[in-house]
């Protein structure tokens, strides 16, 4: 099955401490890993994105990283700031395709 | 440059009903996908469409039903509604080479409720 786990569900950071969310996928055919940012009213938009050819892609505050023997990946938010609070999605697709596998999200809220 | 625009934002509709939802894609993008996004199943692929033809095609009865115009314009229909329809639905535009050369850029989505 097709399936993408992500965890925690929900994550309470204080202002410019660390944001840690995983994911976990089964499929070894995915070779696109995105991860989304959605605040509330809005649709989701893409935040940072890894192939499986790199353990590691930074973005300013943003960082994935990515094991492929374990078949996991992580989005890490340094100096995490009020505005970044939002749901964060992770997904799996092959490149050459529009069909992503989403996790089921995390809401995660930055207090000052 | 102009985002996916959905229209409309809010639909309330009676179960048995049908409905049909309408995308705009961003100028120049071949390509639209529609997913569903609900609480307890999250975010979930209906459908692709590139020039006008379906490309692919997730997990969904054959109740949810959608096309493109020649314009790269999308609708999708969802007939006989049930209670379990009731989510927001989403509709994505992109050039058309897949997600890992040409990501997905998401309208703010149509909320359906089915009462």
């Known amino acids: 099955q097709q399936q993408v786990k992500q965890s925690p569900q929900s994550l309470i950071v204080q202002k410019g401490g660390i944001s840690i969310i995983n994911c976990a996928y089964e499929?070894?055919?995915?070779?696109?890993f995105p991860w989304y940012q959605q605040f509330p009213g809005k649709g989701p938009a893409l935040l940072i994105a890894i192939r499986p050819d790199v353990s590691e892609k930074k973005e300013g505050r943003f960082t994935i990283s990515f094991n492929k023997s374990a078949k996991q990946f992580s989005l890490h938010i340094m100096d995490s700031q009020p505005g970044d609070s939002a749901t964060y999605f992770c997904?799996?697709?092959?490149?050459?395709?529009?069909?992503?596998?989403f996790g089921k999200g995390t809401k995660l809220s930055v207090i000052p | 440059k102009a985002g996916v625009t959905q229209t409309p934002r809010y639909l309330i509709k009676t179960r048995g009903q049908q409905v049909t939802l309408s995308c705009s894609p961003i100028?120049?993008?071949?390509?639209v996908s529609w997913y569903q996004q609900t609480p307890g199943q999250g975010l979930q692929f209906l459908f692709e469409y590139f020039s006008e033809t379906q490309r692919n095609k997730g997990n969904f009865p054959g109740r949810f039903s959608g096309r493109q115009f020649s314009n790269s314009r999308s609708e999708m229909n969802v007939s006989t509604l049930e209670l379990g329809d009731s989510a927001l639905y989403l509709c994505?535009?992109?050039?058309?080479?897949?997600?890992?050369?040409?990501?997905?850029?998401f309208g703010n989505g149509t909320r359906l409720t089915v009462t």
């Open positions: 997904a799996a697709s092959g490149a050459g395709s529009y069909q992503l596998t």
């Open positions: 994505a535009s992109s050039l058309g080479s897949g997600a890992g050369n040409s990501p997905l850029h």
């Open positions: 499929n070894t055919a995915f070779d696109y």
């Open positions: 100028s120049g993008h071949r390509s």
